[in-house]
């Protein structure tokens, strides 16, 4: 079992920045790949960012490559969703997931979610 907690979101006015962390517990963090994902009202959750094992590789989502960035930390057992220039259409509530396919984009591979954390942003 891992255990996640997302930390970090807000309310941002537009072209402002947020970090996000999740912090793992539980089983070995460095096994597992991360992913964030993020779901509007009324929409369905869609991957942002997908990092591997060794944080050597990353993959975003069309919407926020150039302004987002995934990293990790395995030594503190988190990942760091760093947004920069945030629009009005990324107010969503954001999650990070866990899993054991590495940079994969599709939330039914990953394993362990947190319970998610709100960003708003206000234009």
């Known amino acids: 079992q891992v255990q996640l907690v997302e930390s970090g979101g807000g309310l941002v006015q537009a072209g402002g920045s947020l970090r996000l962390s999740c912090a793992a517990s539980g089983r070995t963090f460095s096994s597992y790949a991360m992913g964030w994902f993020r779901q509007a009202p009324g929409k369905e959750r869609e991957f942002v960012a997908s990092?591997?094992?060794?944080?050597?590789?990353?993959y975003y989502a069309h919407s926020v490559k150039g302004r987002f960035s995934i990293s990790r930390d395995n030594a503190k057992n988190t990942v760091y969703l760093q947004m920069n220039s945030l629009k009005p259409e990324d107010t969503a509530v954001y999650y990070c997931a866990a899993g054991e396919n590495g940079l994969a984009i599709r939330d039914l591979e990953y394993d362990y979610w947190g319970q998610g954390t709100q960003v708003t942003v206000s234009s």
């Open positions: 990092i591997n094992l060794s944080a050597g590789s990353t």
